[in-house]
């Protein structure tokens, strides 16, 4: 198997992922990179001062697969990467439960972490999906759904 049988793979999915598993498949027969950078996003039990019981994720089918392709050519187009797995999970997830997961293969650590990086940076802001959180406050539940927040867009603009 050749390092590039791995490249650019994305998974918009409402499973759970292992990430020993995604750890194996990026490096396995992989003889080119000595370098494996990986992400795992899990849902916090707090946001913005309130408790956090869920968080549901939503996206737009087809453009959320194309805009995350595009994430990794401009990453690709950056830095001396090899393999790519992009994993973002959909639907209820509760407290603990995985959400995002990147992982980036490179000669070396350099590129790997920062390519990972910046792919987190802008999936945080160029990828269509939409977090409502279900929060407990004052003795009531509600459900709000997230902006984007300020301090994600300008570090991803960081990279321009």
Not at 38 to 50: I, L, P
Not at 80 to 98: A, F, P, T, Y
Not at 123 to 140: D, H, M, Q, S, Y
Request: proline share 1%; no cysteine; glycine share 6%.
């Amino acid at each position: 198997m050749s390092n590039q049988s791995h490249l650019n793979e994305i998974a918009i999915q409402k499973e759970d992922f292992s990430l020993a598993e995604e750890v194996f498949l990026l490096e396995k027969d992989n003889v080119t990179d000595g370098a494996v950078v990986t992400f795992t996003g899990r849902v916090r039990n707090n946001n913005n001062g309130n408790s956090v019981t869920t968080l549901t994720l939503e996206h737009y089918p087809g453009m959320t697969e194309k805009s995350l392709a595009k994430i990794i050519i401009q990453a690709k187009e950056r830095w001396n990467i090899g393999r790519v797995k992009v994993i973002h999970r959909i639907g209820e997830l509760s407290i603990g439960d995985q959400i995002v997961f990147v992982g980036v293969t490179s000669k070396h650590r350099q590129d790997a972490f920062a390519a990972n990086e910046f792919i987190m940076d802008y999936l945080k802001v160029k990828a269509p999906f939409w977090k409502k959180e279900k929060i407990n406050g004052a003795g009531k539940t509600s459900e709000n759904w997230l902006a984007a927040k300020n301090s994600d867009t300008n570090k991803a603009e960081l990279w321009s």
